[in-house]
């Protein structure tokens, strides 16, 4: 993402949080030519070994930094199937022949695509400063006025520029918006797991619910949904299964929460016989759950120079919004911008977000609303994904800060 421009002075950029938007972020910040430092709470040795979707709109940004997701294994979405809960196919969908979007919809494992974000944020090699990664590294209090962000061992680091990506459980949105707006759940928790292709495959009563590749598929029940796509070149099938609250042993926020097969197999036992035969060869050992979160509107997204994304703004949002925060903060801070210039570009940031991200998260909780008879099934997804997948935040806010500086009075960059 960097641009050929004047070498002046780099900002020295402060990231709380290393996950998938932080890197993002602090990758496209180093090809801009900024000095950045990442702050992360863990030692990254134990990242959530789950896949992710890609839209189109995240694909992009990611192309623009050098990365590929094919070459880590990631994998196009063909096909959407759509099944009850006892397994009667109700929907078969040709993805390609929907496929107008300017890049690929694929399926990543997670582990894969985060791995190879730090790997070149960091690296010695490539355009740019290396980013500084500090692991066991929580941010514990930001001062916004002079960007200096305070660890939980006490020291202190000054900056120009702070950026919160530090998650659902954020510290930072504290500071931008107070501790009365956060997280609360959404009555709803996600059991996540994968199981090789190959044994689905290996067992012709369930077999063809992984013939397909590329295949995006949902069995949806009354009250529990069950989502699995592929990943790592379609050998690995990654499942989301959603259910109530009360249903399974979910607590608090963590992403690493075990859970027994005995729990999910309880959990979806009104599904047909075929379906849970398919959960029954989940690997216990690296079955997850955790509560499905929501939060209320944030009333801004920045305070003096610290500035949310991702979680930290709006928790568990689909659609890579995360990805397109960071390409709006990159694009917004190319090569040559003054520390005096950061206020205003974080409201140009506010601005571009707030209404797309808002937009989203309308139409996240419209989609999982509890569905039972067909007619209520049909979720308008293909205008979702219209809206999601058709834009281009990199070149939006690009756009944006063109325009801004065309017209705005004072000194320009």
């Avoid at 050929?4 to 910040?29: D, H, Q, R, S, W």
């Avoid at 709109?57 to 192309?63: A, D, E, P, T």
């Avoid at 944006?400 to 500086?405: F, G, I, R, Y």
Wanted: charged fraction near 25%; aromatic fraction near 8%; include cysteine.
């Amino acid at each position: 993402m960097a641009q050929e421009t004047n070498k002046e002075t780099p900002l020295k950029v402060l990231v709380a949080g290393g996950g998938i938007g932080g890197l993002v972020a602090a990758l496209g910040l180093r090809q801009q030519g900024h000095d950045v430092t990442v702050f992360e709470r863990t030692d990254l040795a134990k990242e959530f070994g789950a896949a992710i979707h890609i839209g189109p709109n995240g694909h992009g940004i990611l192309k623009n930094l050098g990365i590929f997701p094919e070459e880590l294994g990631a994998n196009q979405f063909e096909k959407f199937a759509d099944y009850d809960a006892q397994g009667e196919l109700k929907n078969l969908m040709d993805l390609l022949s929907l496929d107008v979007w300017p890049h690929k919809w694929v399926g990543c494992h997670r582990v894969a695509l985060h791995e190879k974000l730090k790997e070149k944020a960091i690296a010695s090699e490539g355009s740019g400063i290396p980013v500084t990664l500090k692991t066991g590294s929580i941010v514990v209090d930001v001062d916004p006025g002079s960007s200096t962000v305070v660890l939980e061992d006490g020291s202190k680091y000054t900056g120009d520029i702070v950026l919160g990506a530090d998650g659902v459980s954020s510290n930072t949105r504290k500071i931008v918006v107070g501790p009365e707006i956060k997280p609360y759940g959404s009555g709803k928790s996600m059991f996540r797991f994968m199981i090789p292709r190959e044994a689905i495959q290996k067992n012709p009563r369930i077999a063809h619910f992984a013939q397909y590749d590329g295949c995006m598929t949902s069995w949806h029940g009354e009250v529990c949904r069950l989502v699995m796509y592929p990943c790592s070149n379609n050998t690995l099938m990654n499942f989301g299964a959603i259910h109530p609250n009360s249903m399974s042993p979910a607590k608090g926020e963590g992403w690493d929460q075990g859970a027994s097969k005995e729990k999910l197999l309880e959990v979806f036992s009104a599904f047909g016989p075929q379906v849970k035969e398919m959960l029954d060869l989940v690997d216990s050992s690296t079955l997850k759950v955790w509560s499905l979160l929501d939060m209320d509107r944030i009333p801004r997204w920045y305070k003096g120079r610290l500035a949310l994304l991702g979680d930290a703004a709006h928790p568990f949002m689909p659609s890579c919004v995360a990805m397109e925060d960071a390409a709006s903060i990159v694009a917004l801070l190319p090569r040559g911008t003054s520390k005096d210039d950061i206020p205003e570009r974080l409201a140009l940031y506010q601005s571009i977000r707030d209404e797309r991200a808002h937009h989203i998260q309308a139409s996240t909780r419209r989609s999982g609303q509890d569905l039972g008879e067909e007619e209520k099934r049909q979720v308008d997804w293909k205008n979702s994904c219209q809206y999601n997948f058709n834009h281009d935040e990199w070149q939006n806010s690009t756009k944006v800060l063109q325009e801004h500086l065309r017209t705005r009075t004072g000194p320009r960059i």
